[in-house]
C-alpha cells in the first residue's frame, strides 16, 4: 500500500494557483523586495503613528507659550528646541503632522472621486461629451497648479476646508486625465464590446470591468498626489493663505522661522524635514508601486533579478 502526501492531494484537487493570483504573489514580492519602497512605507507609517497619536503623546501643548524659555536651542526639556514664544518645536511638528496628512488625504480624495468619475466617464462614452469635459480639463491645466489654488483661496477666504477644496479642485484634472487614458484602453477590449453588444447597463459595465482595470495607475497616481498635496499645503500656510494661525502647520511654522534663521535654525530645519521626508516617502512609495503594477515594468525587474 502506497502511502499519499495529504499536502500533495490537496494541492492537486486545489489545481494550480491563477494567473491573476501568481501576479499579485510576484507583485507583493517585488513591492517587498525593493528597500527603497519599504523604507518609505515605513516611514509613512511613523508619520501617519505621530500624526493619529500626537496629541496624546507630545510632550507639551501646542500653544504653550513660555517667553522665559523662547528660542532654546535643542535640549533634554525641548528635543527640537522652542520657538519665538518659548512653544516646543517638537509638540508642534507632531500636531501640524496630523493637519498636514489631513489636508492631503481629504483634497486628494477629492480629487480621486470628481476626477476619476470624469475621466472613466468621458473615456468611455467618447463623442461630444468626451469633447466638451476634456476642453474643461485643458482649460484647468492651463493655469498653474500653485496659481490656481492661490486664486480659490483668495475668493473662498483662507482656512482648512478651503484649503482642502483648493487643493482637491486642482488636482482633480490630474485624475481625470489618467482615468480617461485607462479607460480608453480597456473600452475595447472583447470583453467590454461582448457587454454592451449583450445590451449590459453601461453603469454596470464601468463598475465590473473598467473600473477594476485602471486601478493600477490611479492607485500610483494617488500616491504621487499626496506627495504633492503636503507640498501645495505647506506652501499655501507659508504664504499665510492655508492653516491659519494658532493652528500648527509645517509651512506656517517655515514662515514663523524665516526671520529666526540666523538665531534659531532649528524653528526651519525640523518643519522642513517634516516636510521633506513625507513627500519624498510618497514620490518613493508611488514609484515602487508603479514598478510593480506596470506589467512591463515587473517583466523588466524580474528579469534583470535574474540575470
Known amino acids: 500500500m502506497t502511502a499519499q502526501n495529504p499536502e500533495a ?38 508619520v501617519v503613528f505621530v500624526a493619529l497619536l500626537g496629541p496624546w503623546i507630545a510632550p507639551y501643548g501646542v500653544n504653550d507659550v513660555d517667553v522665559a524659555n523662547q528660542l532654546q536651542p535643542p535640549s533634554a526639556a525641548h528635543w527640537f528646541g522652542t520657538d519665538d514664544l518659548g512653544r516646543d518645536v517638537l509638540s508642534r511638528v507632531m500636531i501640524a503632522s496630523g493637519v498636514s496628512l489631513q489636508v492631503a488625504f481629504v483634497s486628494v ?7 476619476v468619475l470624469v475621466g472613466v466617464i468621458s473615456g468611455y462614452a467618447g463623442g461630444l461629451l468626451d469633447t466638451v469635459l476634456m476642453r474643461l480639463v485643458d482649460v484647468m491645466f492651463a493655469f498653474p497648479v500653485l496659481l490656481l489654488a492661490l486664486a480659490i ?63 493600477g495607475p490611479i492607485i500610483v497616481q494617488t500616491s504621487l498626489s499626496l506627495a504633492f498635496a503636503i507640498l501645495a499645503e505647506s506652501a499655501l500656510s507659508f504664504l499665510g493663505l492655508g492653516i491659519q494661525p494658532p493652528a500648527p502647520s509645517w509651512g506656517g511654522m517655515l514662515f514663523a522661522a524665516q526671520g529666526f534663521i540666523s538665531q534659531a535654525w532649528w524653528m526651519s530645519l525640523f518643519p522642513g524635514v517634516a516636510i521633506f521626508i513625507t513627500a519624498l516617502s510618497f514620490n518613493l512609495l ?11 515594468q515587473r517583466t523588466l525587474i524580474e528579469s534583470r533579478r535574474k540575470r
Open 109 to 115: 480624495t477629492f480629487a480621486f472621486v470628481v476626477g
Open 9 to 46: 492531494t490537496r494541492q492537486v484537487e486545489s489545481g494550480p494557483p491563477a494567473p491573476e493570483e501568481r501576479t499579485r504573489v510576484a507583485a507583493w514580492r517585488l513591492l517587498l523586495g525593493n528597500p527603497v519602497t519599504v523604507v518609505s512605507a515605513v516611514l509613512l507609517f511613523i
Open 153 to 215: 483661496v483668495a475668493i473662498l477666504a483662507p482656512g482648512l476646508l478651503t484649503t482642502m477644496l483648493a487643493i482637491g479642485i486642482v488636482y482633480t484634472p490630474i485624475f481625470a486625465r489618467v482615468a480617461r487614458a485607462s479607460t480608453l484602453s480597456v473600452r475595447v477590449e472583447p470583453y467590454v464590446q461582448v457587454s454592451r453588444t449583450m445590451g449590459t447597463p453601461w453603469a454596470s459595465i464601468l463598475g465590473r470591468h473598467v473600473l477594476p482595470n485602471i486601478t
Open 286 to 296: 508611488g514609484d515602487g508601486m508603479r514598478d510593480v503594477l506596470d506589467p512591463k
